[in-house]
């Protein structure tokens, strides 16, 4: 409803959201909790009909450590979400994936932190036949096989600075440079990004 927007929910006042913002994971609640929702009867289907929330899931959000506030996500249909959406970031990403102009097209996953420094560059841009020892075929990187869709870099901040700086340029020209290659590559991708610092 119009006047719900930009409403301040104090978390004293709700029991929900103090809930949420007391725990590091993800809350679900069941369709049946006793807890007020917040937003019970802010949400109308046709002027004048205010509905009642039936499912809602949260999680806390934390600056450098210190409460900032709450993620939440809720539904009018009781069993919208279930223990599988309690994943998080990797959900968030297909989900916003799945839902983009670009859903026909791959959504490449890397898990940055477990990434050596050593094979980040070739990981994220691959490389041509002869680039090092061993490399007896050219390799197509994590940017190339997401063009046309989109790459999801969870934990981006783990990444040496130097690879970092390398990521910016392929965020700001759309340009990729396979390992051993001197002509730079065009990708169209989009970048989702998630790092906890």
Known sequence: MREALGRRFEVAHHPRLATILASRCTTLFPPDA??????????????????Q?????????????????VLTLDALEAGT?????????????RRLHRCSVRHAAPLVQVNCAALPESLAENEL????KGAFSGASGARV????????????????????????AKL?????????????EDTPRRVDVRVIAATNR
């Open 125 to 128: 841009f691959g490389h041509v």
């Open 168 to 180: 910016l340029r392929a965020l700001q020209e759309g340009e990729v440079q396979r390992l051993g």
């Open 53 to 69: 929330v039936h499912d809602c899931m949260g999680i806390s959000l934390h600056v450098e450590g210190e409460p900032w506030g």
């Open 81 to 93: 979400f279930d223990a599988s959406d309690r994943v998080g970031k990797e959900l968030f990403a």
């Open 34 to 51: 006793s807890l007020p929702d917040p937003y019970d009867g802010l949400v109308e289907q046709q002027p004048g009909q205010p509905l």
């Open 141 to 164: 990187g994590r940017f190339e096989a997401a063009h046309g869709g989109a790459l999801f870099l969870d934990e981006v901040g783990e990444l040496p600075l130097p690879m970092q």
